[in-house]
């Protein structure tokens, strides 16, 4: 049977890849790494509302989002290992009248956050856990009259991500390391259990709230058994 063409350079990449796992398992069969290493870090960036945006009214970034947690590793080979990260994650998202600037609402959403991920050389793919802490929006009139308002705490759902990483050391020792951290999340939950309105919005509440974030940092991890094969 002919393989086409397409088929065979499929074929071919597959081989090339193999080959090329093979031949990194044995290098890193070889290679000296660190088991267990932990510290701190934290990120900021940005967030923005994922969900229809109703008639009459737009949105854009929401800023500052930002997390600050403690996190560990586990490593059980040179290139893979799992992770964990538990902190304190803020987010939210921005409303305003169309063809405007006012008047406008920012809500923010805070959670207790818990990152489990698995990590290939220097690359995190895993989830995020928000449990909800505390909420509030900032309503601004238009004119210099603003209000502030917090929500109840039940009126936010608990946080769902699909969230992908990566740590790039700047600065590395047997015993320590600085990494900057870039962190991309794709929210798969709903920020409210309830439907709400939007500044200059003419159609029926918003019932889908995912916010997406990205966010960059850094953290220093230490690893106090230094580097084992």
Same mark, same amino acid.
């Given at each position: 049977?002919?393989?086409?063409?397409? $088929?065979?350079?499929?074929?071919?990449?597959? +081989? /090339?890849f193999i080959f090329a796992q093979r !031949? *990194? @398992?044995?290098?890193?069969?070889?290679?000296?790494?660190?088991?267990?290493?932990?510290g701190a870090g934290g990120t900021?960036?940005?967030?923005?509302?994922?969900?229809?945006?109703?008639?009459?009214?737009?949105?854009?970034?929401?800023f500052p989002a930002y997390l600050i947690q403690a996190m560990g590793i586990y490593s059980f080979h040179?290139?893979?290992g799992l992770a964990l990260g538990i902190g304190y994650e803020s987010r939210g998202m921005y409303f305003k009248q169309q063809n405007v600037t006012e008047p406008n609402i920012d809500y923010?959403?805070?959670?207790?956050?818990?990152?489990? $991920?698995?990590?290939?050389?220097?690359?995190? +793919? /895993?989830?995020?856990?928000?449990?909800? !802490? *505390? @909420?509030?929006?900032?309503?601004?009139?238009?004119?210099?009259v603003t209000s502030e308002r917090s929500l109840r705490k039940y009126s936010i759902n608990t946080l769902v991500?699909?969230?992908?990483?990566?740590?790039?050391?700047?600065?590395e020792n047997e015993t320590g390391a600085l990494f900057l951290?870039?962190?991309?999340?794709?929210?798969?939950?709903?920020?409210?259990?309830?439907?709400?309105l939007t500044p200059?919005?003419?159609?029926?509440?918003?019932?889908?709230?995912?916010?997406?974030t990205i966010q960059i940092g850094f953290s220093y991890l230490l690893a106090p058994l230094g580097k084992t094969h």
């Open positions: 049977m002919r393989l086409s063409k397409f $088929s065979f350079v499929l074929l071919l990449v597959a +081989l /090339g !031949s *990194s @398992a044995q290098e890193a069969d070889t290679m000296a790494y660190k088991h267990i290493e932990f900021l960036g940005a967030s923005i509302f994922n969900g229809t945006v109703p008639d009459g009214s737009k949105t854009d970034i929401h040179p290139y893979w923010t959403l805070n959670y207790i956050s818990i990152q489990p $991920s698995i990590k290939f050389k220097q690359f995190l +793919l /895993g989830v995020t856990i928000g449990l909800p !802490s *505390s @909420a509030s929006f900032k309503y601004n009139q238009g004119n210099g991500d699909i969230r992908i990483g990566a740590m790039l050391p700047i600065f951290l870039i962190n991309a999340s794709w929210n798969v939950s709903d920020a409210f259990n309830f439907g709400f200059g919005q003419t159609t029926t509440p918003i019932t889908k709230s995912p916010i997406h």
